[in-house]
């Protein structure tokens, strides 16, 4: 069954910015937090969200579902096909959030805590079909980091991890299935060892905050974010890979290097932590830290994109899939008889949103480019160009595009896009874009293109699937009868010269 709507218990860091990666994949989230302040801190989490996912892709983004602040926990679990819980770590609460979540939400929907260290098992504890409880263990911001954590306890079944891990991927995430149960699972073991070790060093005053930061974030930081510590030291062992290495560097697992147990969390070291962050923060804002932090994930999202590598490859994956939703009027599979094939298509609207404006407050010449390939990408998803056609090595390549500019909008307005099909045979597509204003119908730009149809593999231009052929053939058999905008095929020229 398709998950449209979540329940969401806890509204803080982590549950609001789970908020915001579900309502910009199209899923209707119903949100319960007793804080006063859940409103206003959803919105600053959506506008960094928003602003994240824009600089991250050029894929149309924007806030697709529906968010509902709920009164009471059953007000948000009760008609939910998944829940996230992301409530304080406490055993204790969480038994009792569980205990309750599980009374009141359908006996088939999955419970997942958001928890970075307690056993599922322990949250199964008395509670009402404890089969569907796992744990989703994401990373902030979970808005754009992918990976999430999936564990089960012992009377969690296979199926509910598998329909976890299923819908983790379809929201842009990379599922990873922990495969036994152990307090802080994988990631989150790693990182409280050099978390402790760090303590160590700088209440010893061998480094202050900002020097082991930068031990990090000028080094292996960067390595860590496409290679990690076994891919690493394969590498460090040259031609004889990683037995050379171990046999080269494994008596050091017998030297004090470091330490299990953490230093203990006296006020002097409390204080001391607290001032050396107050100092490296230099007076940034929470907001301020957060964007910046945002900015370089995304640009390492892009660069790791560009080498289909680590979580750039699941970015590559979830781009498609941020086209896909974002042009409803053009589903894959739809009924093309649901369509008056009598006129141009409408299947693209949206919001200029305020990147797209320039000095002038009005819409960029690139940013119609942007919008135009934006109704193209409508087109192809209702011919069935999807995901799946690209798999295969198959898409269609724009060769020529005429844009003419007819009036003004600016950030903030609605718009709209109706297509026609000028013409077609099975390797090219020749088709025009009108964008109109939502509030009042003018037309404020036109693009004609030219399309051919290749093979992304061969690099060369081949005949269109048949079934693509087939729904385009069905739309240019209404559209050949619509009269040819007067502009189309024209050069660009100064009249009377």
């Given at each position: 069954m398709p998950v449209r709507t979540v329940g969401l218990v806890g509204g803080g860091v982590i549950g609001s910015a789970w908020a915001a990666r579900l309502l910009i994949n199209g899923i209707d989230v119903r949100l319960y937090d007793p804080d006063p302040d859940l409103p206003s801190r959803m919105d600053k989490v959506l506008a960094n969200a928003l602003r994240a996912y824009r600089r991250m892709t050029l894929a149309p983004v924007a806030i697709r579902g529906e968010l509902h602040i709920a009164d009471s926990l059953e007000e948000a679990v009760c008609d939910a096909d998944f829940i996230q819980e992301s409530g304080p770590e406490r055993i204790d609460l969480k038994k009792a959030l569980f205990r309750e979540i599980a009374g009141h939400?359908?006996?088939?929907?999955?419970?997942?805590?958001?928890?970075?260290?307690?056993?599922?098992?322990?949250?199964?504890?008395?509670?009402?079909?404890?089969?569907?409880?796992?744990?989703?263990?994401?990373?902030?911001?979970?808005?754009?980091?992918?990976?999430?954590?999936?564990?089960?306890?012992?009377?969690?079944t296979e199926e509910t991890k598998c329909r976890a891990r299923d819908f983790y991927a379809e929201i842009g995430m990379h599922p990873l299935m922990v495969r036994k149960e152990v307090q802080a699972f994988l990631a989150d073991r790693m990182m409280e060892a050099l978390w402790r070790e760090s303590l160590h060093l700088l209440n010893e005053g061998v480094a202050t905050a900002d020097e082991l930061d930068q031990a990090i974030a000028y080094g292996p930081g960067i390595r860590w974010a496409f290679m990690g510590p076994y891919l690493t030291y394969r590498i460090a062992g040259g031609e004889g890979g990683m037995h050379h290495f171990m046999s080269q560097f494994g008596p050091s697992l017998k030297w004090p290097w470091t330490r299990f147990d953490g230093p203990d969390l006296t006020e002097e070291l409390l204080n001391r932590v607290t001032e050396q962050s107050d100092d490296q923060a230099a007076g940034r804002s929470i907001v301020e830290l957060e964007r910046q932090r945002d900015n370089c994930i995304v640009s390492i999202l892009q660069g790791l994109r560009v080498n289909d590598n680590a979580a750039g490859r699941v970015l590559s994956g979830y781009e498609e899939k941020l086209y896909r939703i974002s042009h409803d009027g053009g589903r894959k599979g739809a009924d093309l008889s649901d369509l008056d094939l009598a006129r141009p298509l409408r299947l693209h609207a949206g919001v200029v949103p305020p990147e797209w404006v320039d000095y002038n407050n009005h819409m960029s010449e690139s940013s119609y480019?942007?919008?135009?390939?934006?109704?193209?990408?409508?087109?192809?998803?209702?011919?069935?160009?999807?995901?799946?056609?690209?798999?295969?090595?198959?898409?269609?390549?724009?060769?020529?595009?005429?844009?003419?500019?007819?009036?003004?909008?600016?950030?903030?307005?609605?718009?709209?896009?109706?297509?026609?099909?000028?013409?077609?045979?099975?390797?090219?597509?020749?088709?025009?874009?009108?964008?109109?204003?939502?509030?009042?119908?003018?037309?404020?730009?036109?693009?004609?293109?030219?399309?051919?149809?290749?093979?992304?593999?061969?690099?060369?231009?081949?005949?269109?699937?048949?079934?693509?052929?087939?729904?385009?053939?069905?739309?240019?058999?209404?559209?050949?009868?619509?009269?040819?905008?007067?502009?189309?095929?024209?050069?660009?020229?100064?009249?009377?010269?």
């Amino acid at each position: 069954m398709p998950v449209r709507t979540v329940g969401l218990v806890g509204g803080g860091v982590i549950g609001s910015a789970w908020a915001a990666r579900l309502l910009i994949n199209g899923i209707d989230v119903r949100l319960y937090d007793p804080d006063p302040d859940l409103p206003s801190r959803m919105d600053k989490v959506l506008a960094n969200a928003l602003r994240a996912y824009r600089r991250m892709t050029l894929a149309p983004v924007a806030i697709r579902g529906e968010l509902h602040i709920a009164d009471s926990l059953e007000e948000a679990v009760c008609d939910a096909d998944f829940i996230q819980e992301s409530g304080p770590e406490r055993i204790d609460l969480k038994k009792a959030l569980f205990r309750e979540i599980a009374g009141h939400a359908r006996p088939e929907v999955i419970i997942s805590s958001s928890s970075s260290g307690l056993l599922p098992t322990d949250m199964q504890d008395g509670i009402a079909h404890p089969e569907r409880v796992i744990v989703g263990h994401p990373f902030n911001p979970v808005y754009l980091l992918p990976l999430v954590e999936i564990v089960g306890g012992e009377k969690t079944t296979e199926e509910t991890k598998c329909r976890a891990r299923d819908f983790y991927a379809e929201i842009g995430m990379h599922p990873l299935m922990v495969r036994k149960e152990v307090q802080a699972f994988l990631a989150d073991r790693m990182m409280e060892a050099l978390w402790r070790e760090s303590l160590h060093l700088l209440n010893e005053g061998v480094a202050t905050a900002d020097e082991l930061d930068q031990a990090i974030a000028y080094g292996p930081g960067i390595r860590w974010a496409f290679m990690g510590p076994y891919l690493t030291y394969r590498i460090a062992g040259g031609e004889g890979g990683m037995h050379h290495f171990m046999s080269q560097f494994g008596p050091s697992l017998k030297w004090p290097w470091t330490r299990f147990d953490g230093p203990d969390l006296t006020e002097e070291l409390l204080n001391r932590v607290t001032e050396q962050s107050d100092d490296q923060a230099a007076g940034r804002s929470i907001v301020e830290l957060e964007r910046q932090r945002d900015n370089c994930i995304v640009s390492i999202l892009q660069g790791l994109r560009v080498n289909d590598n680590a979580a750039g490859r699941v970015l590559s994956g979830y781009e498609e899939k941020l086209y896909r939703i974002s042009h409803d009027g053009g589903r894959k599979g739809a009924d093309l008889s649901d369509l008056d094939l009598a006129r141009p298509l409408r299947l693209h609207a949206g919001v200029v949103p305020p990147e797209w404006v320039d000095y002038n407050n009005h819409m960029s010449e690139s940013s119609y480019l942007q919008a135009i390939g934006d109704a193209s990408d409508a087109l192809f998803q209702l011919i069935g160009v999807d995901e799946h056609y690209h798999e295969k090595g198959l898409s269609y390549f724009t060769v020529e595009t005429h844009l003419m500019h007819h009036s003004e909008i600016t950030a903030g307005q609605s718009y709209y896009f109706e297509t026609q099909i000028l013409d077609l045979d099975s390797k090219r597509l020749h088709i025009h874009h009108a964008m109109h204003a939502a509030a009042d119908d003018r037309v404020l730009a036109t693009g004609e293109q030219m399309l051919l149809h290749v093979n992304t593999r061969e690099s060369k231009s081949c005949p269109a699937d048949p079934l693509v052929m087939g729904r385009l053939e069905k739309i240019f058999d209404g559209h050949r009868h619509l009269e040819r905008p007067a502009h189309c095929g024209r050069s660009i020229g100064m009249p009377g010269r």
